[in-house]
């Protein structure tokens, strides 16, 4: 008799030519740690792609949440999660599950089952069978590496090999990726190692013994995107120098955040001849001076000595709109912001508009006159030090600290209007 399970998908991966799918269920709307894994009436218990298709006729994807008709439990050795599906019914899929779930779907391990046995290729990529049997009674897990590169190189048959090479508390391991969508994603890249720098969650499998041994796999990389937002000053850089800094770093889009942008000693940088070089460079040019820049049209932004308040500045209307449009405009680019000033923590792209991009848990980089990258973490220390803000103040937090940091910053560098 037919029964139903909901699960959310964490693992679509190949099996011996057709598919596994498996994920953690879902009972009256509550995230569940317990596994199912669907399995088929064939020998290896793969599912065809008639087996898993959903509504516009496409499969899943991982994060999906899926009805699945079963028959019945067909848990056996240590694959105790499988159960046999209802081939004459279909899958019915629902809205996936929100991101900020996936933490509370991770399976608290200490190590990803046994260790110590080793593939040619691999790290603690495998377990004897025997050994599987008796101490093992789950096939899955699903975790969050401490860091993740994914390896790309060409096998003895000349089929791509791609391998996720990653550490988990501490302990290195490097697994066979049999996600479908990664495997597509790399197959075509040249042999080489890729790091990953997005939050990534892994699926991992047990396979079937071949020759005595069980070996380990990463059957679903779930990658959360980070929102990334990079800063460069013109200073006096030439145009051919500030171009190839911004290709260095692969910026699609330049928002100019001068409140005036031109500039009397660089005119390389003035608006127009900007926006007709980076054109020819394949740059989008954004101005956002109105919005984001320093001298505010709005003199309620200023004191009574005319010195613009940037606390004031970021609580605008037109100051939110800016960076509204920085958050959507990330979807599609890679947007870089760019004032005058060469050093950032002397510019407001770093004390006024990082300051609040900070809170949005955003990655900020600041590109240096040499190319290299300091991220706002790094800038907020090295303004720290200049300002003689010690770490020891027993009265103050870290992040009070750097508030503060912020504050007295703000004071030295806002704009003043001259009487």
Not at 93 to 98: E, H, N, R
Not at 395 to 410: G, K, N, P, W
Request: glycine share 4%.
């Amino acid at each position: 008799m037919t029964f139903y399970k909901t699960i959310v998908c964490l693992a679509n991966s190949r099996k011996h030519g057709k598919r596994c799918v498996a994920g953690k269920e879902i009972v009256n709307n509550q995230l569940t740690h317990h596994w199912i894994r669907p399995v088929s009436r064939k020998e290896t218990g793969g599912l065809s792609e008639m087996n898993t298709i959903l509504e516009k006729g496409r499969g899943p994807q991982l994060l999906d949440v899926i009805t699945i008709p079963l028959l019945e439990r067909q848990s056996h050795d240590y694959q105790t999660e499988n159960y046999l599906i209802d081939q004459h019914q279909r899958w019915v899929k629902k809205p996936p599950i929100p991101m900020e779930f996936l933490p509370h779907l991770c399976d608290s391990v200490e190590s990803i089952w046994i260790n110590g046995y080793h593939s040619a290729r691999g790290q603690n990529d495998k377990m004897p069978f025997q050994e599987v049997i008796s101490d093992i009674d789950s096939s899955l897990l699903f975790i969050k590496p401490d860091s993740l590169t994914i390896s790309v190189f060409s096998g003895y048959d000349i089929n791509k090999k791609i391998r996720a090479h990653f550490f988990y508390k501490n302990q290195e391991y490097k697994f066979s990726i049999t996600d479908l969508t990664v495997e597509m994603h790399y197959e075509n890249k040249p042999d080489g190692n890729y790091p990953i720098t997005d939050d990534v969650y892994l699926c991992l499998s047990l396979s079937e013994p071949f020759e005595g041994d069980c070996y380990k796999l990463v059957a679903g990389i779930i990658f959360i995107k980070m929102k990334e937002i990079y800063t460069i000053g013109h200073s006096n850089h030439s145009i051919e120098n500030l171009l190839k800094l911004l290709k260095k770093h692969h910026i699609t889009a330049l928002c100019d955040v001068r409140s005036h942008p031109y500039s009397k000693y660089n005119p390389q940088f003035n608006k127009e001849t900007l926006v007709s070089t980076l054109k020819d460079n394949d740059i989008v040019y954004v101005f956002l001076g109105k919005e984001l820049g320093a001298r505010s049209d709005d003199s309620s932004c200023y004191d009574s000595e005319g010195k613009a308040q940037y606390v004031r500045l970021a609580k605008t209307e037109i100051f939110k709109e800016g960076v509204n449009r920085l958050n959507k405009g990330m979807a599609s680019y890679r947007l870089a912001l760019m004032c005058a000033e060469k050093d950032p923590i002397t510019c407001h792209r770093t004390i006024l508009i990082c300051r609040h991009l900070r809170a949005d848990d955003m990655k900020i980089k600041h590109i240096l006159e040499d190319g290299s990258l300091e991220t706002q973490q790094e800038a907020e220390q090295r303004l720290m030090k200049l300002l003689k803000l010690s770490e020891q103040d027993l009265f103050a937090t870290h992040e009070q600290l750097i508030e503060r940091a912020y504050d007295m910053q703000s004071e030295k560098i806002a704009y003043e209007e001259k009487s």
